[in-house]
């Protein structure tokens, strides 16, 4: 019940906002409370919710009716119901609240309740218990005189319910009165409660009996109209609204999380990339594939420390801080197992173990640990992925602007989920593994399994044992924040909502950094530092970082993109084989080694999901190198592409 309620209220916020910012809405009455409700104050990043709501939930026209519905129960209960905020300003009072107290709605919407006249028949501490109470997260009940508007003091029932919100903080307190001086009623809930122990609908007696009375039919109908009126139709006009911007605004509601699927998709390796990454295709039998075995660190217990890196290995690493440096090289140098050896380098660069308050040694068996968890046998999902992925993570974190951004627990944060970011993988998609019904697409409901099996499974790998346990020694609440952060970049590297990460930190972050800076030539420092520092926005910035590094590939120089392009391919490759051989359904049909264009791939690859992210990416962080890159590489591929050549390179003169 209160998670549907919350979510009521949610669309109530964004749909404020819109209502005061559209000419569609002057003219109506706007409610006091409606305002209050923004949460967020870019509209731009209200669009987006909205957008989202109409993509998704609102879609589902069910919960939008399970909204209606519980403003109905709202609107038709005999109780008075109140509902304020965690400051307890009043957000909501029901019909039967206006017409018990004597006062109508907007009298009472945005006040505080220490405004509200109070009856001095109370005990003079009960505001003080009541509020105690509450203010704990516990429900109080009790009797209370409430003050009607006309002075007159009224015996009430009430409980008051605090509401916990998301990270478990109080967002609302419901209030429900019964007046007491209604003595049939409660007559009536006494006699059903001991009559019948077993019903647990004590109100229905009453209830009925109080239906059949005159004025509750009166307010039945107007309901009815109000409901047409102020529940149904904002979030259809919204919608509508939405559209309506979309055709003709200037202002780019286009850039929304979600391309509008459907209408650039002409090419079948978009097609395919989205239906293989951004969707799950159903189909197929089950077949119980992969299970969670990890492997142990022990199985590759050399001694190992920075000191005793082998010289020629320690060569390969040298200019790691370059975006150009070459993880193939290393790869070679030390027989596939680079994440160990890089790890340590670039964990030390950044004072990882410090920060963590933990012995190099432990660091180490986490590395090992965790390195011996990446298939090896995969061509792309290996640890020399997770390696390339480590390498641009610490190369991002350098930027001047991440780094005024983030602070040491985000570096820290970061740099292990990049590390773990791909961990065990089994070379497959997300829609495989559904399509497959295997043991990780169960676990998870279908629903970013990949990801959270990565994501469980580091931290698993690394709990479950001391020896390698890399966090045994911080602080509990520092443990906490630094757990859901890597959780986060996890998560963000799944493909599903690759828009939705990349528009809200264009909308949140660029956006009001451009226009910061077109105001007043560089922008005031402390409201770029306030754009750059505020948790919200060091999330956004998080997840875009790791998505990058994530998919970065394009953005390499040409040889290493060649090679990181031949490696997605051949793993796409397999799975398309298998997918034919088990019969399952081929999820991304063009990704068949017998007729696959490798350059019309990238392209597309790069069309879809790189160029747009990476203009915003270096518009943050500023990537000259990697932007020369990606159109050296685009204009490579579109070259093999014109010669109608479907490998990596071209044939040998
Ligand atoms: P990851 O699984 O590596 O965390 O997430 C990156 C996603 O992008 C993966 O699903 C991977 O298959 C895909 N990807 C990365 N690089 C390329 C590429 O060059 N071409 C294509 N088609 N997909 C890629
Ligand atoms: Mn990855």
Redesign the pocket.
């Known amino acids: 019940w209160a998670h549907t309620h919350i979510q009521c209220w949610h669309t109530h916020s964004l749909w404020a906002l819109v209502y005061t910012q559209h000419p569609i809405w002057a003219g109506y009455d706007i409610h006091s409370w409606a305002l209050r409700y923004v949460e967020n104050t870019n509209t731009m990043a209200c669009y987006n919710e909205l957008l989202q709501l109409e993509r998704g939930e609102v879609l589902a026209q069910f919960k939008l009716r399970a909204c209606n519905a519980i403003f109905t129960a709202l609107e038709q209960s005999q109780e008075a119901i109140e509902i304020t905020n965690e400051d307890q300003v009043i957000q909501y009072v029901n019909p039967a609240y206006e017409s018990i107290m004597g006062y109508q709605q907007g009298e009472l919407i945005g006040k505080e309740i220490t405004e509200v006249p109070k009856s001095e028949k109370n005990k003079p501490d009960l505001l003080e218990t009541i509020n105690s109470c509450i203010r704990k997260g516990k429900e109080w009940q009790g009797i209370y005189y409430a003050k009607k508007k006309n002075g007159d003091s009224v015996q009430q029932n009430v409980k008051i319910t605090p509401v916990i919100g998301q990270g478990g903080k109080i967002r609302h307190y419901v209030s429900i009165h019964r007046p007491l001086h209604d003595q049939n009623k409660v007559r009536d809930i006494q006699s059903s409660k001991h009559k019948d122990r077993r019903k647990g609908s004590l109100d229905v007696r009453s209830t009925t009996s109080r239906g059949s009375d005159g004025s509750s039919q009166r307010r039945h109908s107007s309901m009815a109209r109000i409901h047409s009126m102020t529940i149904e139709a904002p979030i259809t006009k919204v919608i509508n609204i939405i559209n309506a911007a979309q055709e003709s605004s200037p202002m780019p509601v286009a850039e929304l999380y979600s391309p509008q699927l459907g209408t650039k998709e002409e090419d079948p390796?978009t097609n395919d990339?989205v239906g293989?990454?951004m969707t799950v295709k159903v189909g197929g039998r089950g077949r119980p594939w992969g299970s969670i075995d990890p492997h142990l660190p022990s199985h590759l217990a050399m001694p190992l420390s920075l000191n005793d890196i082998p010289p020629h290995v320690a060569q390969t690493m040298e200019n790691e801080d370059s975006w150009d440096f070459d993880i193939f090289n290393l790869e070679t140098a030390c027989l596939k197992r680079p994440l160990t050896y890089l790890g340590l380098k670039i964990f030390s660069r950044f004072g990882v173990c410090e920060f963590l308050s933990c012995p190099e040694a432990t660091l180490r068996s986490w590395l090992q640990g965790i390195e011996a968890n990446y298939h090896s046998t995969n061509s792309?999902?290996n640890s020399s992925?997770a390696a390339d992925?480590l390498h641009a993570t610490s190369y991002f974190l350098c930027k001047e602007r991440v780094k005024q951004s983030l602070e040491q627990i985000d570096e820290v944060a970061a740099l292990i989920a990049a590390t773990v970011?791909?961990v065990d993988?089994p070379g497959r998609?997300?829609s495989f593994l559904c399509n497959a019904g295997s043991e990780l697409a169960i676990l998870y409901n279908d629903t970013a399994v990949?990801?959270s099996h990565?994501a469980a499974l580091a931290f698993q790998i690394t709990t479950r044992d001391d020896k390698c346990n890399i966090f045994k020694n911080m602080e509990r609440n520092e443990y906490r924040t630094l757990r859901q952060a890597i959780i986060d970049m996890v998560l963000a590297?799944?493909?599903t909502k690759h828009f939705e990460h990349v528009n809200k930190f264009v909308n949140s972050i660029n956006k009001p950094l451009a226009a910061l800076e077109e105001n007043g030539g560089i922008g005031d420092e402390e409201s770029v530092k306030g754009i750059l520092t505020s948790p919200d926005n060091r999330i956004l910035v998080k997840r875009m970082l790791i998505k990058c590094a994530?998919?970065s590939?394009?953005c390499r120089p040409l040889e290493l993109c060649i090679e990181?392009?031949g490696r997605?391919?051949e793993?796409?490759f397999a799975q398309t084989d298998e997918e034919k051989r088990q019969s399952l359904p081929v999820v991304m049909p063009v990704?068949d080694r017998n007729t696959c264009s490798i350059p019309k791939?990238?392209i597309?690859?790069?069309d879809y999901?790189i160029t747009d992210m990476f203009d915003a990416w270096d518009a943050f962080a500023d990537l000259p190198n990697l932007m020369q890159h990606l159109d050296n590489n685009f204009k490579y591929w579109k070259g093999l592409d014109e010669r109608k050549l479907h490998s990596l390179r071209p044939p040998p003169e």
Do not use: C, K, R
């Open positions: 390796h990339l293989g990454l792309y999902h992925h992925v970011h791909d993988h998609t997300n990949l990801e990565h590297t799944e493909m994530d998919i590939n394009p990181w392009a997605i391919s793993e796409y990704f791939s990238q597309s690859f790069i999901f």
